[in-house]
């Protein structure tokens, strides 16, 4: 039911929206979608997203909403903001919000290619509930098969510090994905 309900919200969130991202990766034991969009503006990007994560017989929903201003150009795009996640699990639920950026370089040798990553931390004092604090950290390679879309390989951790439960790696690992461009 879980799985339905975040597939549901991101999909609902992108059918309302213009010129933007969907970026869709899977490991294993994860699913993790996330839409990105310039707000009215232009200024700043909101970006919201889920993920679904199953691990012996556990399971963990987290949803994530940010607003991160954004730069590009034909070498980089990079961005900076902060996000708010809810996390709702078997046994941990709380809500944290981190600070941090996002951004991607491409080789002018490589016009295909390109390296990016992102990386937010929610310290103890913004982690409410059953957390003390967040980290979410990825890296990936990117292709560009088609004029609007990329596909990539990642590597992520996930992690989560647990009040009166220690350190708890929610997802760590490699991915596979791929961005739409719209």
């Keep these: 039911m879980k799985r339905i309900a975040l597939a549901a919200a991101v999909a609902s969130l992108a059918a309302t929206a213009h010129a933007a991202t969907i970026d869709v ?7 993790r979608a996330e ?11 909101l970006s ?7 691990e012996n017989d ?10 991160h201003t954004q730069e590009h150009t034909a070498q980089y795009s990079i961005g900076m903001g902060a996000k708010a996640y809810w996390l709702n699990s078997d046994n941990v639920d709380g809500v944290a919000v981190g600070l941090g950026g996002q951004g991607s370089y491409t080789f002018p040798q490589l016009p295909l290619v390109r390296f990016g990553g992102h990386l937010y ?33 990642g590597w992520r951790k996930l992690s989560v510090d647990v009040k009166d439960g220690g350190d708890s790696s929610l997802d760590k690992g490699v991915n596979i994905g791929f961005v739409m461009n719209f």
């Design 25 to 31: 990766n899977l490991s294993n034991d994860t699913i």
């Design 35 to 45: 839409y990105d969009a310039p707000l009215p503006q232009q200024r700043l990007n």
């Design 48 to 54: 919201v997203g889920g993920m679904y994560h199953e």
């Design 58 to 67: 556990n399971d963990a929903t987290l949803v994530h909403a940010g607003l």
């Design 121 to 153: 931390i929610a310290p103890k004092v913004s982690s409410f509930s059953d957390l003390d604090g967040l980290m979410d950290l990825s890296v990936r390679a990117y292709y560009q098969a088609l004029r609007d879309v990329d596909v990539y390989v």
